[in-house]
């Protein structure tokens, strides 16, 4: 049964940007033992290295049913957990958080071994499948706002953690100078559009003057262009 809480809830939304994913390491040959072919790990963690459990209680990944105690429910940081194994199959992700009525978060992720990318096959790249998803928290309550704005860095970031952050900052800067071209196009279409109308409308008086000129009577121009407001 959930609780009820009565604190006051916070009126703000509260995003928390956070990556997923696994990373994946071949062993060169097949273990002769069981078959594993590869090392890999499964992970949540924030996408600025912030330490997550300041608001994550805890995170359950759970395994394929050919892992021993497949349901792996992780109580602290680093939330991961590392295996070996043969094949490729979907990961269900719980993440739990710290205040009880806010709704666990789950998400699944199709942990990946195998790489046709020739840096990774020779060994130039570590293999990383991560993918970015946000935590939303709409009026979170008083004290769970207060959780979710402090920040700790608790985990040093390594060079592939810091090379993530580049790519994501990379693409985070190419994608606002994309909406910024974008924008200036519109806006040069736009005057580009007005200075048409402006013509157009030139075009429109001198014609209808003309036509005035040639075809009517001067009584007739000075009554029209008064209804024109001319
Ligand atoms: C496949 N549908 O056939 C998937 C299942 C399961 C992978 C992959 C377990 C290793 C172990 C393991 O690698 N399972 O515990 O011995 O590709």
């Known amino acids: 049964m959930s609780t009820i809480s009565f604190e006051p809830r916070v009126p703000v939304v509260i995003v928390k940007p956070i990556l997923y994913g696994?990373?994946?390491k071949h062993f060169g040959s097949k273990r002769d033992s069981d078959g594993h072919t590869h090392r890999w790990t499964i992970y949540v963690r924030s996408l600025n290295n912030d330490d997550i459990s300041t608001y994550v209680s805890r995170v359950q990944f759970r395994l394929h049913e050919t892992y021993p105690n497949h349901?792996?429910?992780?109580?602290?940081?680093?939330?991961?957990?590392?295996?070996?194994?043969?094949?490729?199959?979907?990961?269900?992700?719980t993440i739990f958080f710290l205040d009880p009525n806010e709704k666990p978060v789950i998400f699944y992720h199709h942990?990946?071994?195998?790489?046709?990318?020739?840096?990774?096959?020779?060994?130039?790249?570590?293999?990383?499948?991560?993918?970015?998803d946000e935590l939303v928290f709409q009026e979170p309550s008083e004290s769970f706002a207060q959780l979710l704005n402090s920040t700790k860095t608790l985990i040093p970031l390594t060079d592939g953690d810091r090379a993530t952050e580049k790519e994501?900052?990379?693409?985070?800067?190419?994608?606002?100078?994309?909406?910024?071209?974008?924008?200036?196009?519109?806006?040069?279409?736009?005057?580009?559009?007005?200075?048409r109308f402006r013509i157009t409308q030139e075009n429109i008086k001198r014609?209808?003057?003309r036509s005035i000129d040639n075809n009517f009577p001067p009584d007739a121009f000075i009554a029209l262009t008064h209804e024109n407001g001319d």
Do not use: C
């Open 207 to 209: 014609i209808r003057k």
């Open 168 to 195: 994501y900052a990379m693409k985070q800067m190419e994608t606002i100078a994309r909406i910024k071209n974008a924008r200036q196009r519109v806006r040069n279409e736009i005057q580009d559009l007005r200075e």
């Open 111 to 132: 942990l990946k071994l195998f790489s046709t990318d020739p840096e990774v096959v020779t060994g130039k790249r570590p293999f990383v499948n991560e993918y970015y």
């Open 71 to 93: 349901n792996r429910m992780i109580n602290q940081a680093p939330f991961e957990v590392e295996e070996s194994g043969w094949g490729e199959f979907e990961i269900q992700i």
């Open 22 to 24: 696994n990373t994946a």
